[in-house]
T-cell receptor, first 112, second 114 residues
Framework: DTAVSQTPKYLVTQMGNDKSIKCEQN?????MYWYKQDSKKFLKIMFS???????INETVPNRFSPKSPDKAHLNLHINSLELGDSAVYFC???????????FGPGTRLTVL | GENVEQHPSTLSVQEGDSAVIKCTYS??????FPWYKQELGKGPQLIID?????GEKKDQRIAVTLNKTAKHFSLHITETQPEDSAVYFC?????????????FGTGTRLTIIP
């Protein structure tokens, strides 16, 4: 059983396009996160949502818009893609009040 | 905000030897310190964690130590095996409105030499 899943696994697109990445967790967790991992493997939090409410927004450009239709899903929409957006994006989830975060397999975004 | 430094960035050890990875953090309010293992093409997987009220924790071949006064913590892997080869990340966690905000170190690429 997949705990945290992301689609697509790979995404190649042209500069200026708009794209979305989807995340779903079947762990019953209340909190979900988006992280960005750059080419040097540096992992940095972008957003977190708790019960569909935005909790953390780490000075991410407003071209990035997370959307949580329900507490099991957190999607990431990116407008006007730029070369610097190329990275691996990870979704994660945790139970409210607990510490452990469980990561998805990642989505490798390449902007040409 | 929190800043986590991790050393070394790369580490090669002979199979069967021990490996040690060290991290320091800046915010004394951080109280949760997990270690993640990331294999090629996969997401980070939690391997061990420690909370600020504990100085040491062990799980089979893996142990973590925490020195809150000095604000540093370390991962120790004994009797290393080829499958231990991966990138390891430390992180420091701070509660934010009931949820954990993790700040990650820059990673250590561990290679086990058969």
């Amino acid at each position: 059983d997949t705990a945290v899943s992301q689609t697509p696994k790979y995404l190649v697109t042209q500069m200026g396009n708009d794209k979305s990445i989807k995340c779903e967790q079947n762990l019953g967790h209340d909190t979900m996160y988006w992280y960005k991992q750059d080419s040097k493997k540096f992992l940095k939090i972008m957003f977190s949502y708790n019960n569909k409410e935005l909790i953390i927004n780490e000075t991410v450009p407003n071209r990035f818009s997370p959307k949580s239709p329900d507490k099991a899903h957190l999607n990431l929409h990116i407008n006007s893609l730029e070369l610097g957006d190329s990275a691996v994006y990870f979704c994660a989830s945790s139970q409210e009040g607990a510490d452990t975060q469980y990561f998805g397999p990642g989505t490798r975004l390449t902007v040409l | 905000g929190e800043n986590v430094e991790q050393h070394p960035s790369t580490l090669s050890v002979q199979e069967g030897d021990s490996a040690v990875i060290k991290c320091t953090y800046s915010d004394s309010a951080s109280n949760y310190f997990p270690w993640y293992k990331q294999e090629l093409g996969k997401g980070p997987q939690l391997i061990i964690d420690i909370r600020s009220n504990v100085g040491e924790k062990k799980d089979q071949r893996i142990a973590v130590t925490l020195n809150k006064t000095a604000k540093h913590f370390s991962l120790h892997i004994t009797e290393t095996q080829p499958e231990d080869s991966a990138v390891y990340f430390c992180a420091a966690g701070l509660k934010n409105f009931g949820n954990e905000k993790l700040t990650f170190g820059t990673g250590t690429r561990l290679t086990i030499i058969p």
